[in-house]
Every structure is written in structure tokens, then in C-alpha cells.
């Protein structure tokens, strides 16, 4: 039975957001009336020197889907999320999460990107009413792009495919953190029916085929805004917010 106070760390890497959304909706299910989820990452010297040694930190601005992309930068953030079986004026539906865990490796998920593809099609009805914007986790390093931009071909190859954004060019790349903030910023997209596009970047990879929000596109705001995310140690997860139109 639940403490009516329970409380647990989620440690996930960078997916750590969206996996202590799906353990909170796993709670809601099983009677708990709110879950708070309170998400921060700090850049201490471990971090630092651990993301230096992977050579993943960019010497300049990132570009995430650019050509040109070559790592990213380290943001520090904290975020809050509140879960509720009530919804409160304003609140936006969060389908339930869809998570997978690979073996591939330790630092990078499979090139194929199946394992993010498995995740989102766990969640119930997405590729019924596809998003029509999708955040992705977009770290602008090589593999994490390439991999994303072949898993959203692949999941929306048969239907209409959401033009991609990301938030990691203005804020860094915050960790346990970002999965959070991507989920806020998915709220606040729907609420204000606006777009947000990937400044930093003008031009996408030749090699992509993805729909891309580069600097300064816009597009209209639907109902339904997908986020990715992917996580060291191969969990990744996706997550779908809609807003009644």
C-alpha cells in the first residue's frame, strides 16, 4: 500500500524526467490523487570532466540537426511537474509514457533508433492522431541526431510527420532535468499556441528527412505535441501532451 507521502529518487540519466512521469502516472493509477515531480541538475566537476573525456561538449553554440553539429552545452535547471487525476483549469492530458530500456551501450543509443521507436509506440493511440510538433531530445551531437531523425521516420512513415524542435540550443543540455523542462515547454506551447524553433540552426544534415523547425520557421500549434528523450545506460522514452481544441 502507498504512504500517502511516499516519496523515491529516479535516476535515469537524461531520461529521468519522463521516467518519473510514468512512475507517478503508475502511482495516480493505483490511488495516489497527486504526485509532485521535482526534476534539477547541476554541473559539478565529475559531470564536467566525464562529458570532457566523451568529447560531447561543443566549443561553440550548438546545432543540433545541423550538418556542422559537434556536441553540446551544459545547462544547469531545475523543474517542477505536478500530476493530478483532477485536472485543474488549464492543465494539459499526458498519455501514459512510453518507456523502453536497451543494451546497446553505455553513452549512445542504437544507431537504428528502434528502442526510442518501441518506447513511442507504447503510447495508446499515438500514431492514431499523430503530434504535429515533436520536441526532440536533440543534443546536437552526431549520433544522438542521426538516431532521432531515423526513428521519427520510422514511427510516422505512414502518417503526417511533425515538424521537430529542441530547447538545447538556448539552454544547454541539463541531464536529469531536461526531460522535465521539454514537457513544460510542451505545456506552454499548447497554452500559448506558439513555436519555438532551433535558432542556432539554419540549414538540417543532407542525410536527414525529417520535417525541422530551423532558425527562425514557424508552424501552427495543434492539439498535440510529442517529447523524446534518451538516456545513458539505453533507457529512452517518449511522452504525448494534448490540450482539448
Not at 509532485?36 to 540537426?65: E, H, M, N, W
Not at 531515423?150 to 515538424?163: C, E, I, S, Y
Not at 527562425?216 to 501532451?241: D, Y
Request: net charge neutral; aromatic share 6%.
Amino acid at each position: 500500500e502507498l504512504h500517502p507521502f511516499r516519496s523515491v529518487v529516479v535516476s535515469n540519466a537524461c531520461s529521468s524526467g519522463l521516467a518519473a512521469a510514468r512512475l507517478a502516472q503508475l502511482w495516480l493509477n493505483q490511488g495516489m490523487s497527486d504526485v509532485i515531480i521535482l526534476a534539477a541538475d547541476a554541473v559539478s566537476d565529475f559531470v564536467l570532466k566525464g562529458f570532457t573525456s566523451l568529447k560531447l561538449i561543443s566549443d561553440q553554440r550548438p546545432r543540433p540537426f545541423a550538418p556542422e553539429r559537434n556536441g553540446f552545452l551544459l545547462g544547469e535547471a531545475a523543474a517542477c511537474l505536478w500530476l493530478s487525476q483532477v485536472p485543474a483549469e488549464g492543465s494539459v492530458k499526458l498519455y501514459p509514457i512510453g518507456l523502453d530500456s536497451e543494451g546497446s551501450a553505455v553513452t549512445r543509443p542504437t544507431l537504428s533508433g528502434e528502442s526510442l521507436v518501441r518506447a513511442a509506440l507504447r503510447i495508446p493511440g499515438l500514431l492514431d492522431r499523430p503530434p504535429e510538433i515533436l520536441i526532440a531530445h536533440g543534443t546536437g551531437t552526431p549520433i544522438n541526431d542521426q538516431t532521432e531523425d531515423l526513428a521519427f521516420n520510422v514511427l510516422f512513415k505512414n502518417t503526417t510527420r511533425p515538424m521537430v524542435t529542441g530547447s538545447k540550443w538556448a539552454i544547454g543540455h541539463t541531464l536529469a532535468a531536461s526531460g522535465a523542462i521539454d514537457m513544460i515547454l510542451a505545456c506552454e506551447m499548447l497554452r500559448l499556441r506558439k513555436t519555438f524553433s532551433i535558432r542556432t540552426t539554419s540549414t538540417v544534415d543532407s542525410s536527414f528527412s525529417g520535417r525541422y523547425l530551423t532558425n527562425g520557421a514557424t508552424c501552427p500549434v495543434g492539439s498535440r505535441v510529442m517529447v523524446s528523450s534518451l538516456g545513458f545506460g539505453g533507457m529512452h522514452a517518449a511522452a504525448l501532451l494534448e490540450v482539448s481544441v
